[in-house]
């Protein structure tokens, strides 16, 4: 791997395998990634967007490229529903310390379309701005620090999930 990764890939699927959601239509003028992480519960009435406030529950991760229209009343954006017992890939934005030191804790996530990370730097999470948890660090041993380093590639879990009605959460 060997550089910074930006939005989540899933490495552990639950037990019923990976699912795959397209009921959801994309909010205006969203601009989606493949590994963009996204809810239903923000600023877009319901509507599929990419994450963009660490208070905001996480519904799962892009799965396709796509620019929803100015006015989008047709457009659905697939997209890998979060689970509880998932673990993702994801890249943070400041290098982490060692298992023993960062497992376990809690981040939220920043940046935009094309660009998200756990926010490392913005400090370990206590409150309602939990969206990660970190199960691994340097999960390739890697190692190093700075840019492009083991230290800033980590497994986690979501934890702040949408909880869908009827869904498999």
Same mark, same amino acid.
């Given at each position: 791997?060997?550089? %910074?990764?930006?939005?989540? /890939?899933?490495?552990?699927?639950?037990?019923?395998?990976?699912?795959?959601?397209?009921?959801?239509?994309?909010?205006?003028?969203?601009?989606?990634?493949?590994?963009?992480?996204?809810?239903?519960?923000?600023?877009?009435?319901?509507?599929? *967007?990419?994450?963009?406030?660490?208070?905001? *529950?996480?519904?799962?991760?892009? *799965?396709?490229?796509?620019?929803?229209?100015?006015?989008?009343?047709?457009?659905?954006?697939?997209? %890998?529903?979060?689970?509880?017992?998932?673990?993702?890939?994801?890249?943070?934005?400041?290098?982490?310390?060692?298992?023993?030191?960062?497992?376990?804790?809690?981040?939220?996530?920043? @940046?935009?379309?094309?660009?998200? /990370? +756990?926010?490392?730097? @913005?400090?370990?999470?206590?409150?309602?701005?939990?969206?990660?948890? %970190?199960?691994? +660090?340097?999960?390739?041993?890697?190692?190093?620090?700075?840019?492009?380093?083991?230290?800033?590639?980590?497994?986690?879990?979501?934890?702040? %999930?949408?909880?869908?009605?009827?869904?498999?959460?």
């Amino acid at each position: 791997m060997g550089q %910074i990764l930006y939005g989540a /890939q899933l490495v552990q699927p639950t037990q019923n395998g990976v699912n795959m959601r397209y009921d959801y239509l994309g909010a205006d003028s969203e601009v989606f990634a493949v590994g963009d992480v996204v809810t239903v519960n923000g600023d877009s009435a319901g509507q599929l *967007a990419v994450i963009d406030a660490a208070t905001e *529950a996480v519904a799962g991760v892009a *799965a396709k490229v796509a620019t929803m229209p100015a006015t989008n009343d047709a457009t659905y954006e697939p997209f %890998i529903p979060a689970e509880l017992d998932q673990v993702w890939l994801m890249g943070t934005n400041s290098d982490l310390t060692d298992n023993e030191t960062d497992g376990g804790t809690f981040y939220g996530l920043t @940046g935009s379309t094309g660009a998200m /990370q +756990v926010n490392v730097s @913005g400090g370990v999470t206590t409150t309602t701005s939990r969206q990660v948890m %970190i199960v691994k +660090v340097d999960p390739f041993g890697i190692g190093g620090s700075g840019s492009g380093s083991g230290l800033r590639q980590v497994y986690v879990k979501f934890v702040r %999930i949408t909880q869908f009605a009827g869904a498999f959460n």
